[in-house]
C-alpha cells in the first residue's frame, strides 16, 4: 500500500542554519504531496502541498519539489528561526477525496 | 467557527468505558476525516464522510469503533468497551469539496484509558 518515509529526528540546528528534511514515498497512481505542520500546543496545519511531477510547494521561507524520478519530495528552508521549532509530517493524498497517508513526523528544535 | 471544533479536549476513560468524541467541521465543509495519533507517530486515516455518507471506514482497528454524522455536520466518533491501546489522540479534519483541496484539522481530543 501507500506509504511515506521521512528522516527520523529529532533535529537541532541553530538560528539562521539550512535545513532539510528528507522525504520519499510509495505509491500505486499519481499522488499529491503534503507537509503538514504541528507547532507546540496547536493543530496540524497545512505548511504546502504539490499536485503534480516538479511542481514547488512553497509558504513562509519553505519550499519542496516534487521529484516523481525519485518518488521525492524533500523539506527545505534557507534560514531557520526559532519559530520553526515544531512536528513537520510529510504526507500523500491519492484517492479522489482528501484521505491523507502520513509520514511518522521529525521534530525539529531551534535554538537562538 | 472560524475553525474546526473538537471537544471534550481531553478524555481520561477506565478500561471497558465506552466513549464518544465529537467533532464540529467548519460550516459548508463537504467532507470530514477522523485519524488517530499515536504518541510520537504520525496521524492514521480511521474514517472518510461525505456529507452524511460514510464513503470508507477502512481504518476503523474494531468493530468496537464507530462513527456517525447523520446530517451532514457534526461528526461523533464513538468507542465501545475502551481498551489502553485505545489510548491517542483522535483528530478531525474537514475541507470544502470532494478532491485535492486543503483539508483543516481541529486540535484533537486526547484520550487516556486507564
Known amino acids: 500500500g501507500d506509504s511515506v518515509t521521512q528522516m527520523e529526528g529529532p533535529v537541532t540546528l541553530s538560528e539562521e542554519a539550512f535545513l532539510t528534511i528528507n522525504c520519499t514515498y510509495t505509491?500505486?497512481?499519481?499522488?499529491?504531496l503534503f507537509w503538514y505542520v504541528q507547532y507546540p500546543g496547536e493543530g496540524l496545519q497545512l505548511l504546502l502541498k504539490?499536485?503534480?511531477?516538479?511542481d514547488k510547494g512553497s509558504n513562509k521561507g519553505f519550499e519542496a519539489t516534487y521529484r516523481k524520478e525519485t518518488t521525492s519530495f524533500h523539506l527545505e528552508k534557507g534560514s531557520v528561526q526559532v519559530s520553526d521549532s515544531a512536528v513537520y509530517f510529510c504526507a500523500l493524498s491519492e484517492t479522489s477525496y482528501d484521505k491523507v497517508i502520513f509520514g511518522p513526523g521529525t521534530s525539529l528544535s531551534v535554538i537562538p | 467557527g472560524a475553525g474546526v471544533s473538537q471537544s471534550p479536549r481531553y478524555k481520561v476513560a477506565k478500561r471497558g468505558q465506552d466513549v464518544a468524541l465529537r467533532c464540529d467541521p467548519i460550516s459548508g465543509h463537504v467532507s470530514l476525516f477522523w485519524y488517530q495519533q499515536a504518541l510520537g507517530q504520525g496521524p492514521e486515516f480511521l474514517t472518510y464522510?461525505?456529507?452524511?455518507?460514510?464513503?470508507?471506514k477502512s481504518g476503523l482497528p474494531s468493530d468496537r469503533f464507530f462513527a456517525e454524522r447523520p446530517e451532514g455536520s457534526v461528526s461523533t466518533l464513538k468507542i465501545q468497551r475502551t481498551q489502553q491501546e485505545d489510548s491517542a489522540v483522535y483528530l478531525c479534519?474537514?475541507?470544502?469539496?470532494?478532491?485535492?483541496?486543503?483539508?483543516?484539522f481541529g486540535q484533537g481530543t486526547r484520550l487516556t484509558v486507564v
Open positions: 504539490a499536485t503534480k511531477a516538479d
Open positions: 505509491a500505486t497512481g499519481y499522488p499529491s
Open positions: 479534519a474537514s475541507s470544502l469539496v470532494r478532491g485535492p483541496a486543503e483539508a483543516f
Open positions: 464522510f461525505q456529507n452524511e455518507a460514510q464513503l470508507d
